[in-house]
């Protein structure tokens, strides 16, 4: 049973939109924090965005921010990461993470501060 679940991933033109959304049946997803990560074939996978406790909010890499927002909704139980003005260089299976009990996204999450992934959801963007 998959633990972590996302959805929303698809096919847009660059300069599009896409709402990626994770949620879970086991967990309490404000209870952690909880991350969104992306790779592309051959690369690491790579932080995007970091929430906890609702408030905190951590984005990394330049060309992320001002275009992706991480956000939580408690009463669906999800994790969202809005993402606008979509480039080709965004195109990546994105995953949801959820931290480890002493993640506050105070800084980059290393895998082993990762103790449960979603499967992915692939986000293509088209020139």
């Known amino acids: 049973q998959r633990r972590l679940v996302e959805s929303g991933g698809g096919s847009v033109q660059a300069g599009g939109s896409l709402r990626l959304s994770c949620t879970s049946s086991?967990?309490?997803?404000?209870?952690?924090?909880m991350a969104w990560f992306r790779q592309v074939p051959g690369k690491e996978r790579e932080e995007v965005a970091c929430?906890?406790?609702?408030?905190?909010?951590?984005y990394f890499g330049d060309s992320v921010k001002g275009r992706f927002t991480i956000s939580q909704d408690t009463a669906k139980n999800t994790v969202d990461l809005q993402m606008n003005s979509l480039q080709p260089t965004d195109t990546a299976m994105y995953y949801c993470?959820?931290?480890?009990?002493?993640?506050?996204?105070?800084?980059?999450?290393?895998?082993?501060?990762?103790?449960?992934w979603g499967q992915g959801t692939q986000v293509t963007v088209s020139s």
């Open positions: 993470a959820r931290g480890r009990w002493y993640v506050r996204c105070s800084g980059a999450l290393a895998h082993g501060d990762v103790d449960v």
């Open positions: 086991q967990y309490n997803i404000s209870s952690n924090a």
């Open positions: 929430i906890y406790n609702g408030k905190t909010t951590t």
